[in-house]
């Protein structure tokens, strides 16, 4: 089944800066498949945050992290980054990636893996 793997989470002041990574666990390629980031607060439903289509580079941002976060690939190494900056304590979570069909607004597939908390402290 198809999982991929979060890391880079940790804990930064407001203001600061985490790049997250997402890689394949298996031998699935993100060639033909866009890689969203999604995150998950206490209490809260999660939500998509971010999404990169591997074979355009189109790419979506929700509202609330536009200016702030980018999200890149590198196909080479099956790997998609999420550059945040300007982190805000609203933007503590756990956060993970999933493959998706259908493009930047497309449907995830797979498991959820562990996720990576990111922690924003005022």
């Known amino acids: 089944e198809v999982q991929l793997v979060e890391s880079g989470g940790g804990l930064v002041q407001a203001g600061g800066s985490l790049r997250l990574s997402c890689a394949a666990a298996?031998?699935?390629?993100?060639?033909?498949?866009?890689i969203g980031w999604f995150r998950q607060a206490p209490g809260k439903e999660r939500e998509g945050v971010s999404c990169?289509?591997?074979?355009?580079?189109?790419?979506y941002y929700t509202e609330s992290v536009k200016g702030r976060f980018t999200i890149s690939s590198d196909n080479a190494k099956n790997t998609v980054y999420l550059q945040m900056n300007s982190l805000k304590p609203e933007d503590t979570a756990v956060y993970y990636c999933?493959?998706?069909?259908?493009?930047?607004?497309?449907?995830?597939?797979?498991?959820w893996g562990q996720g990576t908390q990111v922690t924003v402290s005022s």
């Open positions: 999933i493959p998706q069909r259908g493009g930047t607004r497309g449907t995830p597939f797979g498991s």
């Open positions: 298996s031998g699935f390629t993100f060639d033909n498949y866009a």
């Open positions: 990169i289509s591997s074979s355009d580079g189109s790419t």
